[in-house]
């Protein structure tokens, strides 16, 4: 007898316990037509779920790999802004000199993360308006152009830079004005 891949999924609904409802089907079964094959017989909660595992794996490494990314950027951010800070530390330091306010310095740290960051998120909008479309079949219950995704993304990663960018701007407007003018 050649197979030709066809199967029959039966349902059974039963008050006993599934392994007796199990063993009760299988001699059923078998006694009505003993060459039958009978396999993969389990509950049917277990089908729902395993037929879930997979998008569920997948929703799971998708949000691992995306909060991998925004601890990068919040890491990438707070180096940027560190080194950004180091390399004009004289200038920030002749700034307090003559008379700048400190809240001054940190908001012009923070201000220049904040720009940064605003550029990259509005090129990060464009890409994901363009590649939406690849991610249709992990979006459950998400249109492919959701208001509310395409406007929180934006505001965590802005959130993530202010945060990232607050000790480099402590730093900045802690710099000793005095070093700065025995350094010129």
């Known amino acids: 007898m ?3 891949g066809r199967g029959l999924t039966l349902v059974v609904h039963g008050s006993l316990d599934p392994v007796e409802l199990e063993s009760s089907v299988r001699n059923a079964i ?3 037509d003993p060459t039958l094959a009978i396999r993969d017989v389990k509950p049917l ?3 729902v779920a395993d037929s879930f ?3 569920r794996f997948r929703t ?3 949000g691992a790999f995306s909060t991998i990314a925004l601890v990068l950027a919040a890491i990438g951010i707070y180096g940027a802004m560190s080194y950004l800070v180091a390399q004009r530390l004289q200038e920030i330091g002749l700034r307090l000199a003559l008379g700048a306010p400190r809240g001054t310095i940190m908001r012009m740290v923070v201000q220049r993360a904040l720009t940064i960051t605003a550029a990259g998120v509005v090129a990060g909008l464009l890409g994901a308006a363009m590649l939406v479309s690849t991610l249709r079949g992990l979006l459950f219950g998400v249109t492919t152009h959701d208001p509310l995704a395409f406007t929180i993304a934006p505001l965590v990663i802005l959130a993530i ?3 990232a960018s607050l000790a480099p701007a402590v730093r ?3 710099a000793d004005p005095l070093w700065s003018l025995r350094a010129e």
Request: net charge positive.
């Open 2 to 4: 050649k197979f030709l």
């Open 30 to 32: 078998r006694n009505a």
């Open 45 to 47: 909660e277990r089908m």
């Open 53 to 55: 595992a997979q998008p």
């Open 60 to 62: 799971t490494l998708l």
């Open 161 to 163: 830079a202010l945060v």
């Open 172 to 174: 900045a407007a802690r």
